[in-house]
């Protein structure tokens, strides 16, 4: 089992940036695909980025190609998000995640078991 906190979130104007991070517990950590998910209010949940075990292999919602950039620190247990050129439809509850498999259902959030309690971003137009 693993324990997911994310930090790093924020009010930022729009074109900023941010980086999140998701500390893990647990020595397995470097086993698991990690993702990214967000939520805005009155949506759905959304898949935003993605990462396997090795860091090798990474997938990102068509939203935020080119402006997110997703990555793993497998010494210290850590995901990050780093977010550029942020726009005011990236405003949301942002979310961590950890799954066994990195598969073709790498963006379905019902594909990971584990999860954060989210961090906020808020961008300002």
């Known amino acids: 089992q693993v324990q997911l906190v994310e930090s790093g979130g924020g009010l930022v104007q729009a074109g900023g940036s941010l980086r999140l991070s998701c500390a893990a517990s647990?020595?397995?950590?470097?086993?698991?695909?990690m993702g990214w998910f967000r939520q805005a209010p009155g949506k759905e949940r959304e898949f935003v980025s993605a990462?396997?075990?090795?860091?090798?292999?990474?997938l990102y919602a068509d939203s935020v190609k080119g402006r997110f950039t997703i990555s793993r620190d497998n010494a210290k247990n850590t995901v990050y998000l780093q977010m550029n050129s942020l726009k005011p439809e990236d405003t949301a509850v942002y979310s961590c995640?950890?799954?066994?498999?990195?598969?073709?259902?790498?963006?379905?959030?019902?594909?990971?078991?584990?999860w954060g309690q989210g961090t906020q971003v808020t961008v300002s137009s």
């Open positions: 647990g020595r397995t950590f470097s086993t698991y695909t």
């Open positions: 990462i396997n075990w090795r860091g090798r292999s990474t």
């Open positions: 995640a950890a799954a066994v498999n990195y598969n073709d259902y790498v963006r379905d959030p019902n594909n990971y078991p584990y």
